[in-house]
């Protein structure tokens, strides 16, 4: 081995890289869903959870919510947990109150005494197209899947300690590839999440926190009526002629 060579152990790589870190991850409400897969692989590599939920936002959607409520969730969380002082902690608040976010993040590092990581994959949807809204609509997304994310962010980063292990996820959609033409509300309140990502990753840089906007692309949750899968069906085609649509995991 030359000078300065890593050592095989070095090589290496960490099963539990997430090691006495804690995330916060928001929309976690059903097993079907983004934020318990999400959630899920954190805990198995290593992290503490922090899980909110609004399981009212659920229950008014064509999906319903989780069959087994919040401890049906949070149970099946635990076993993922890969370390032995990981913990996972969970709280139900909407995030549409002005003074949510704030009590979120304040909530959250006091459970795990310092949040490293802010997952924010909740949404508000139910929508319609030009002809069907209203102030009150727009004015409703906005608040959730816009306001209520910057907000957290702002958060997350005033309790941040300045080391390197910050990291912010935004959960964007396809409002940047095609129309999502009956979804006006949700398209305008998610693209300005992408808009503002470059703007709020260079302020972020300065205390050591990356941030970054994920659009996850179609994954079957079981929001989507017959006819959406056919079209995902048809749009999500390889070169190879194959079709995938994600299931979370």
Request: net charge neutral; aromatic share 4%; proline share 6%.
């Amino acid at each position: 081995m030359t000078p300065g060579e890593p050592t095989t152990e070095q090589l290496r790589r960490d099963p539990h890289p997430l090691r006495g870190r804690a995330a916060l991850v928001t929309g976690v409400s059903r097993r079907a869903g983004i934020g318990y897969a999400v959630a899920r692989r954190l805990a198995a590599l290593g992290a503490s959870l922090f899980l909110h939920r609004y399981a009212p936002h659920d229950r008014d959607q064509p999906w319903g919510g989780d069959p087994g409520g919040a401890e049906a969730v949070v149970a099946g969380l635990r076993p993922a947990l890969a370390s032995a002082d990981a913990s996972v902690h969970h709280m139900e608040l909407d995030l549409a109150l002005p003074e949510a976010p704030a009590q979120l993040i304040d909530a959250a590092a006091e459970a795990v005494g310092h949040l490293d990581i802010l997952v924010c994959n909740h949404a508000r949807s139910g929508d319609g197209p030009l002809g069907t809204l209203d102030a009150a609509l727009l004015d409703a997304h906005r608040a959730v899947n816009t306001r209520s994310t910057i907000l957290l962010t702002q958060a997350f980063a005033a309790q941040h300690d300045g080391g390197p292990s910050g990291r912010v996820i935004f959960m964007t959609s396809g409002q940047d590839l095609g129309p999502m033409t009956g979804e006006v509300a949700y398209a305008a309140s998610k693209g300005a999440l992408a808009s503002v990502t470059r703007t709020l990753a260079d302020q972020l840089a300065d205390r050591a926190i990356t941030l970054n906007a994920v659009n996850p692309g179609p994954v079957d949750t079981g929001y989507a009526s017959s006819q959406a899968y056919e079209a995902i069906r048809v749009t999500s085609r390889s070169s190879a002629g194959a079709c995938r649509t994600i299931r979370p995991a």
